[in-house]
């Protein structure tokens, strides 16, 4: 396809938007976070990626973090890892108390400052907005406590855990509470990688126990303002969709191919959660030409989408250096087009 064939869509309105997560009958299909350029792909693409652009996200983000360690004056040096999974704030429990001492007060936070305006700019244009954050009740402990200490701490010091999660859960609330009050989004972003490539990260009963609770209480604040609740976990996370459904995840991001069974997931729980469906950025993307790419994108709109909805688009992840522009390209495109004709069948 030449730049001249390209076709300029124009962004959904939010009601379109809350229509495909609320089974209300889109007029087509949204596309949300497809645009996610990861690792390389700028330095490998870099202005090229601009021909792109005419293809829309139909969700705006306003990113926000609830802290930062490294800004946070904690009295102890803490081990800085070269990846997330590598760090340790906390290696000791005795530095819990000082640690949620130190937490940023949500109501003094300069960040507000900025997100204010870029929330003005979207309403105004009638965008779907998302606020929110990476990492949530697992991502962020592990991240505090380092990988390996966070899967026995579940066994050996759960109280300590609990105790963690309970001032995460309030610094987060504070967060989404003046993000209502001052930026009024329509959602709120977040995620916790649960699964790997085989299953969850921890035993079905640790999630139920340990992390599933604060998800409720976060729900419980979404759901009383009128948020959706968007929860992107890599990996395999069958065995818990229910309790995500349980607990008020209204869509799930991204049903990893390979680890999840889309027709067994669109089966069983179709209708019941929206579906933020990630094309799959490992292989497919990488390793298809561009008509592999679209059937693909053909399979994931024909299993997922429902007459009412409950479908919106994604990269799976971050496309990262070394895809093909062209496979990046079949997948915005065949989306849209697709996605338009598919929802057509039910209007």
Not at 107 to 120: G, M, N, T, V
Not at 285 to 303: H, K, M, N, S, Y
């Amino acid at each position: 396809m030449s730049i001249g064939d390209r076709r300029v869509w124009t962004r959904l309105p939010r009601e379109e938007v809350i229509k495909a997560v609320e089974f209300q009958n889109p007029a087509r299909i949204p596309l949300v976070n497809a645009r996610w350029w990861g690792e390389g792909l700028h330095g490998q693409y870099g202005e090229r990626l601009r021909d792109l652009d005419c293809y829309p996200e139909d969700a705006v983000t306003l990113w926000c973090s609830p802290f930062n360690a490294e800004k946070m004056g904690l009295s102890w040096d803490w081990r800085r890892g070269g990846a997330h999974d590598a760090h340790c704030v906390i290696d000791d429990w005795a530095k819990l108390d000082e640690f949620i001492a130190k937490l940023p007060d949500p109501e003094q936070d300069p960040q507000f400052d900025k997100l204010a305006e870029q929330a003005q700019r979207y309403h105004a244009e009638d965008c779907y907005i998302l606020f929110g954050w990476w990492g949530l009740f697992f991502e962020q402990p592990w991240g505090i406590r380092g990988m390996q200490n966070l899967m026995m701490d579940y066994y050996t010091e759960p109280e300590r855990v609990h105790q963690l999660h309970d001032a995460l859960c309030n610094q987060y609330c504070g967060y989404i509470r003046r993000a209502i009050r001052e930026l009024q989004p329509d959602g709120f972003w977040t995620s916790d990688d649960l699964g790997h490539q085989t299953q969850l990260m921890m035993n079905p009963a640790i999630f139920r126990s340990m992390i599933k609770p604060y998800y409720a209480r976060v729900h419980k604040l979404l759901d009383e303002h009128g948020l959706h609740f968007w929860l992107h976990s890599c990996g395999k996370n069958t065995e818990v969709l229910d309790d995500l459904i349980e607990v008020g995840v209204d869509v799930f991001h991204p049903v990893q191919k390979g680890t999840m069974d889309e027709l067994r997931v669109a089966q069983e729980f179709g209708g019941r959660i929206a579906f933020l469906a990630g094309i799959d950025v490992q292989h497919t993307l990488q390793e298809q030409d561009p008509d592999g790419v679209r059937a693909e994108v053909r399979f994931l709109i024909d299993t997922f989408d429902r007459p009412d909805g409950g479908l919106c688009l994604a990269a799976g992840n971050g496309i990262v250096a070394g895809t093909p522009f062209e496979n990046i390209e079949a997948f915005l495109d065949e989306a849209l087009r697709y996605g338009e004709q598919h929802r057509r069948r039910f209007l």
